[in-house]
């Protein structure tokens, strides 16, 4: 399945995505599941029935919104690619290296990614992010999997002078600086994680590419270590990392700037496309 938060004609919904439509699943299942989030944690079992069904509404008319509006956690994982690790000059790490993200970071595809006035230093990182689908905690990576809801495509936009200066909270959090989506397509869509590649293109032009098989920390392996201090629910999304080619990273550098289009494609997930817009 892929599964879409979106609003048309005033309404915000959530459903399925079929062929050039969607299946209202938000109008179907009832006020009890006012979010995708909340389908997912209290009625995956109907959820999945929906597949098949006519479509409700052309997926063209519909604008797309992040797929989990309301996540309880987004974890992201930095360094987390061997050759990554290589080009930024740096050791691979013993264990994961975490740091969060706020909602209001994240925006849809097609949404601006918004560059910060105070910054030059905007830059790209292609990743690919899980959502957690059934909830746990100290989960052992051999039954990782069978928590794992599905995939989507993810941007962790970096304000890079202000990540390096001051400090990696305030680098990856200003307002509306990360992309999410189109969609979540589920986990049985997807039967291995490291066949699958990302590349990332900045106004047509790839600037990374990478396979997932070159992961430092495998998706089981992430998500036996976040569970081990924190529980995992349903629509939480862990974001597992950029691979090699980043901007600051370059000689010279290369920063996105008001007007970009940026994209991240994984195999079999899809396209995130957004525009760089300025802060007003």
């Not at 097609?110 to 910060?116: I, K, L, S």
């Not at 890079?160 to 001051?166: P, Y």
């Not at 974001?239 to 010279?252: D, I, W």
Request: charged share 20%; aromatic share 6%.
């Amino acid at each position: 399945m892929k599964l879409v938060s979106y609003s048309a004609a005033g309404r915000a919904s959530f459903g399925l995505v079929q062929g050039d439509g969607i299946v209202d699943a938000g109008r179907r299942l009832g006020d009890r599941c006012p979010t995708l989030r909340a389908a997912v944690a209290q009625a995956l079992p109907q959820l999945r029935a929906l597949e098949g069904s006519a479509a409700d509404i052309a997926l063209a008319d519909a604008t797309l919104l992040p797929p989990i509006t309301d996540p309880d956690k987004i974890i992201c994982v930095g360094l987390n690619y061997r050759k990554h690790a290589a080009e930024a000059g740096l050791k691979v790490p013993e264990q994961p290296s975490l740091f969060l993200r706020l909602a209001n970071t994240m925006v849809p595809h097609g949404g601006g990614m918004v560059c910060p006035r105070i910054s030059t230093a905007f830059d790209f990182e292609g990743e690919l992010a899980l959502v957690i689908g059934k909830p746990g905690r100290h989960i052992a990576a051999a039954d990782a999997m069978q928590h794992v809801l599905g995939y989507t495509c993810f941007n962790d936009g970096s304000v890079r002078d202000i990540q390096l200066k001051h400090s990696v909270t305030a680098g990856k959090n200003f307002v509306a600086t990360g992309g999410i989506g189109p969609w979540i397509v589920t986990s049985d869509e997807v039967p291995d994680v490291g066949d699958l590649t990302l590349t990332t293109r900045l106004n047509g032009q790839e600037v990374q590419h990478g396979r997932l098989d070159d992961l430092i920390f495998d998706v089981p392996a992430l998500i036996a270590y976040v569970s081990a201090f924190t529980p995992l629910v349903a629509g939480d999304v862990i974001s597992t990392g950029t691979p090699e080619g980043v901007g600051f990273a370059r000689k010279p550098p290369l920063f996105m700037k008001p007007g970009d289009a940026i994209e991240v494609e994984i195999s079999r997930i899809g396209v995130l496309k957004n525009e760089i817009v300025a802060e007003r």
